[in-house]
T-cell receptor, first 117, second 109 residues
């Protein structure tokens, strides 16, 4: 299993500001994933963060809007920049862990609930 | 990419009733998981089940990989079972996990 913590758990922000979300994992992992869940929707992958390299962003997500840091193998941050009400979502950090490449299980942090006014 | 469908989209149950949730996927996968998202937003791993059948208490799951579907059974439902159930698949470790749209379950006393 994996124990993942996120900070903050929730926040209310004004449009035009930025928020940085922190994710801490209980032990080292190669990849960390950031997801967004808009109200009433499923989860969408924002980017994959590898230690020591630039994050890989999914279609529709750009580094200027969602800069990611990955300073070591247990920690990552996601910043939501220049926020608008459309950014109101739950943001989740995730890792994979398992016995091998074909037996990996995905685990999720508790999420950060963001409301932008 | 892989398409994942879940049915039904919404379900209301009386406490004590049984239910079956279905997940269909459009391509072969190496990994399939079921998650429960509780009303507070926490995603809880229920099953890692790329094939076969597993049981955990009142919940069980079956994946028929050759026919590209998985079923989640909930027996003797309780109000704490309420929330959204997601199926998620992974084709290879080099791919991203694809989530289905979810089934929203409400269990009423």
């Amino acid at each position: 299993s994996a124990v993942i913590s996120q900070k903050p758990s929730r926040d209310i922000c004004q449009r035009g500001t930025s928020l940085t979300i922190q994710c801490q994992v209980d032990s080292q992992v190669t990849m960390m994933f950031w997801y967004r869940q808009q109200p009433g929707q499923s989860l969408t992958l924002i980017a994959t963060a590898n230690q020591g390299s630039e994050a890989t962003y999914e279609s529709g997500f750009v580094i200027d809007k969602f800069p990611i840091s990955r300073p070591n193998l247990t920690f990552s941050t996601l910043t939501v920049s220049n926020m608008s009400p459309e950014d109101s979502s739950i943001y989740l950090c995730s890792v994979r862990r398992g016995l091998g490449l074909l037996q990996e299980t995905q685990y999720f942090g508790p999420g950060t609930r963001l409301l932008v006014l | 990419g892989i398409q994942v469908e879940q049915s039904p989209p919404d379900l209301i149950l009386q406490e004590g009733a049984n239910s079956t949730l279905r997940c269909n996927f459009s391509d072969s996968v190496n990994n399939l998981q079921w998650f429960h998202q509780n009303p507070w937003g926490q995603l809880i791993n229920l099953f890692y089940i790329p094939s076969g059948t597993k049981q955990n208490g009142r919940l069980s799951a079956t994946t028929v990989a050759t026919e590209r579907y998985s079923l989640l059974y909930i027996s003797s439902s309780q109000t704490t079972d309420s929330g959204v159930y997601f199926c998620a698949v992974l084709k290879t470790s080099y791919d991203k996990v694809i989530f289905g749209p979810g089934t929203s379950l409400s269990v009423i006393p």
